[in-house]
């Protein structure tokens, strides 16, 4: 019955390769987010999503595409990978709201280490 | 540049004692959240306070919040072991299509017993 979810928990590859990250919450929010939480703890927004609709995109790479399958799902794949993506992946929920921020549900994280 | 930024970077006490985290951020905000992580974990939500709102307690937390300095402040009274983890101050920022949350830097905090 875990809230938010991610598969897989730990993802170690080669630099070039393209890999996935899976995310889906039970929790029937609209919004989900993808962050990046580098080496020093720095928790940075990738993506946000509403009701499948892509609606924050910030400065992130091409290689970087986000898919969301269904409102329950936001799926990241990266492309050609490089050493600068070994990162811990977060993927978080929360409720709909046009005036201010909700509470956000964190999954419990994807640690990807790119050698 | 980071909208949030907790001081201090890293804080350590003895069990029972109290923890003060700070946060400043930039910009006008609707309202400021405070998140904890424990290592290997991911965030859990600890308190939101609002802009229109001075000081918010829940269980042994304490938030203030003074908007004309643009900073907060997390108050951990009677600190456990069980407290150590990082904590993460949280505002939000309009963009075009909805609200991205911008976290601070954290602050780790270390629990002795």
């Known amino acids: 019955d875990t809230a938010v979810s991610q598969t897989p928990k730990y993802l170690v590859t080669q630099m070039g390769n393209d890999k996935s990250i899976k995310c889906e919450q039970n929790?029937?929010?609209?919004?989900m987010y993808w962050y990046k939480q580098d080496s020093k703890k720095f928790l940075k927004i990738m993506f946000s999503?509403?009701?499948?609709?892509?609606?924050i995109n910030e400065t992130v790479p091409n290689r970087f595409s986000p898919k969301s399958p269904d409102k329950a799902h936001l799926n990241l794949h990266i492309n050609s990978l490089e050493l600068g993506d070994s990162a811990v992946y977060f993927c978080?929920?929360?409720?709909?709201?046009?005036?201010?921020?909700?509470?956000?549900?964190f999954g419990p994280g994807t640690r990807l280490l790119v050698l | 540049s980071q909208q949030g930024e907790e001081d201090p970077q890293a804080l350590s006490i003895q069990e029972g004692e109290n923890a003060t985290m700070n946060c400043s951020y930039k910009t006008s905000i609707n309202n400021l959240q405070w998140y904890r992580q424990n290592s290997g974990r991911g965030l859990v939500h600890l308190i939101l306070i609002r802009s229109n709102e001075r000081e918010k307690h829940s269980g042994r937390l304490r938030v203030t919040l003074d908007t004309s300095k643009k900073s907060s402040s997390l108050l951990i009274t009677a600190s456990r072991a069980a407290d150590t983890a990082s904590y993460f101050c949280a505002t939000d920022a309009k963009g075009t299509g909805g609200f991205k949350t911008i976290f601070g830097a954290g602050t780790r905090l270390f629990v002795k017993a």
């Open positions: 999503y509403n009701n499948k609709e892509l609606i």
């Open positions: 978080a929920s929360s409720p709909f709201n046009q005036r201010v921020q909700e509470t956000q549900y």
């Open positions: 929790l029937g929010h609209d919004t």
